[in-house]
């Protein structure tokens, strides 16, 4: 069974930066399309951003230009590199299979502050 295990948020000042991590047990990880999500409270799960197995990348309009998604397939990582952070950035951020395959994991806390 494919576990996902996120890590990387915290606490930032608006303007700042944060790299998050996700690695994927299982030995098929690089056959996989992945995503990032988020989720601030009191709404619903969104897809911030895409990476194929060939790292074409695609983001949501609201990160266009300040987030990057990587992938290390020897690692079984995906990364997401977020620059400036708005306090609207602040959410639980999650990875998964583009399709939300597998199970979600636990997430990590990215919280902006003004």
């Known amino acids: 069974q494919v576990q996902l295990v996120e890590s990387g948020g915290g606490l930032v000042q608006a303007g700042g930066s944060l790299r998050l991590s996700c690695v994927v047990s299982g030995s098929f990880f690089s056959l996989y399309d992945m995503g990032w999500y988020r989720q601030a409270p009191g709404k619903q799960r969104e897809l911030v951003g895409t990476?194929?197995?060939?790292?074409?990348?695609n983001y949501a309009d609201s990160v266009k230009g300040r987030f990057a998604i990587s992938r290390d397939n020897a690692r079984n990582t995906v990364y997401l590199q977020m620059n400036s952070l708005k306090p609207e950035d602040t959410a639980v951020y999650y990875c998964?299979?583009?399709?939300?395959?597998?199970?979600w994991g636990q997430g990590t806390q990215v919280t902006v502050s003004s």
């Open positions: 998964n299979e583009v399709r939300g395959y597998f199970d």
């Open positions: 990476i194929t197995t060939n790292r074409v990348t």
